[in-house]
């Protein structure tokens, strides 16, 4: 049922009373004068956060970042996500220090109180960590990773190696990825879409059924050129030659997936003749991330998202493409469901790649969903997924009963890494002490307390000039220049 509200402003103090008050001033302040309704909704996803960092006896990590499912279980692709808004606040929020509920009892053995539910869930711990050193600067972590632990090499060769129904003690659920000689067999849980229609019913077409799923072939393609990014960036070029190797294998054998007739990827299935199996999804962007594309494919997978038949319209990134038979209008999960982060995957991915004013305006129209649904719909939240329709929740899979609430979880990745990555143009690298900015909205736009590594800096634009206080040296990179600045204020004309 919905109702009528008269504001869209989010009052988070409800969730406010369950822990001590976030302090806000370590957080970064958005300003975007034109969108207030969009700055309530960024603090709100906060508090949500901070409702998820939990305590808990027994585990080899805590705090933890809980993704809001079972107090019990854990999954990685949920926690590699969170990670990427925790980036902001690594101080808060233990985004990256949660993957050691994951990396000690999968590869030291150590015992946990937590399971892990799909061990062969999406592959994203390299890219994750590779997006949070960006923020951070903390080459003492990648050097743990890849020279004292080798947990991203020993989770790469997980994904390659391990056969489908394996057990493992710290989880109660067997595996399914399982590396065939023409790509991977997966399954729809594990793979993280669910009930989507991606996985076909057993026995039709007078087969068992097996696809082989190209987006773990390019989420293993995205780990491996991140394992070779951060194996540069601490002098091991031996791991970077590695696992470029690696990269360049995945690639071939993500190229494969492509259907030239249809301009994006498919599945295919395991026998001959070797068919596509056709159902369109928002997977199509993993190979776009991992770097996987050519111009020409990167271009077709921006017109998908522009097509409002497709994966655009109203609210972007339908898990099934709006011109696809299996599409629900209100979402059905993975049917139709719109979920934050394949839409922030999707997102960067076409950014990095030649699309970044499309970037731009879908995530603007994505987070204004958000904002609508808070108004509009009773409990004011912040949903699991989204109607691709209305301004709702999705539906869960029975198609009735809408989907978890307080979600943040995941779904603080739109309107806080999103608002600030695309819809207010930053970018940090602390690894080079730079902050790259693109101004997309006119009006007074920018953020106070942005973290560049050690360094903290407020960048304000109006139409006129574009002011930066930094309390370190940065560089500053605009479209048509890098500007180094000092310590202090700076006044910049356009």
Known sequence: ??????????????????????????????????????VDLYWAAWELAADHVVSRDGVPRSPYMDEGFDPDTIWIWDTCFMAHFCKYAPDLFPGVESFDNFYRPMYDGEPSSLRIHHPDNPPLFAWSEEEYVRHT??????????RDKRYLQQHFAFMEDTPAGSRFPHSTIPTTVERVPRGYRWEGVCSGMDNTPRAPIQGEHGTSGDILWYDVAAQQALSARSIANLARLIGEDGIAAEYDAHHARLAELVDDFWCAEDATYYDRFDEEPYNFHRVRTPAAYWPLLAGVCDTAQADALANALADPACFGGTVPWPSVARNDPEFRPDGMYWRGGVWIPVAYASARALADHGHEALAHSASLTLIRHMARTWADYAPATIWEAYSPTRPAPATA?????????????????????MLIEHVLGLRVDALTRTVRYRRHLPGRTGIRNLRCGDTRLTLIADDTALTVETDGPITLSLPDRDIPLPAGSHTLPW
């Open 397 to 417: 899979k029975d198609d009735r009963t809408d989907v978890r609430p307080d979600f943040c979880g995941w779904s603080a990745l739109a309107p806080i890494s």
């Open 137 to 146: 600067g903390d080459l003492d972590r990648v050097r743990r990773l890849l």
């Open 1 to 38: 049922m919905t109702v009528s509200q008269p504001t869209a402003v989010p009052d988070a103090s409800a969730h406010a009373g369950r822990r001590p008050p976030l302090d806000r001033a370590a957080l970064p302040e958005p300003v975007l004068d034109a969108e207030p309704a969009l």
